[in-house]
Nanobody, 119 residues
Framework: VQLVESGGGLVQPGGSLRLSCAAS????????MSWYRQAPGKERELVAA????????NFADSMRGRFTISRDNAKNTVYLQMNSLKPEDTAVYYC?????????????WGKGTLVTVSS
């Protein structure tokens, strides 16, 4: 299984970025794809999650209203649209694929993409 994130970079405060995570090499049909982030010196935290049926989207309070998660099942890709970015959003953003139902417990991570919010 391979997860490849893209779309990170340097952006000014108030700007936007769209992250992508393309998954390949898996065969389970029920899963959740999530975005996590880890800022320097901090623990990894959940940003948002979406099942392959479109349900159960979750956002941390600090990101609700600014970030939007979406998916393209045909491409096995999940996106994270980030608007009104703040310096505290600076982190490495990771994609996670977690199996559900019979595939529960199967979990895979991407290598991450760095987002830097700075003027």
């Amino acid at each position: 299984v391979q997860l490849v994130e893209s779309g990170g970079g340097l952006v000014q405060p108030g700007g936007s970025l769209r992250l992508s995570c393309a998954a390949s090499g898996f065969t389970f049909s029920s899963y959740v794809m999530s975005w996590y982030r880890q800022a320097p010196g901090k623990e990894r935290e959940l940003v948002a999650a979406m099942t392959n049926t479109g349900g159960s989207t979750n956002f941390a309070d600090s990101m609700r209203g600014r970030f939007t998660i979406s998916r393209d099942n045909a491409k096995n890709t999940v996106y994270l649209q980030m608007n009104s970015l703040k310096p505290e959003d600076t982190a490495v953003y990771y994609c996670n694929l977690q199996g559900l139902g019979p595939w529960y417990g199967m979990s895979y991570w991407g290598k991450g993409t760095l987002v830097t919010v700075s003027s």
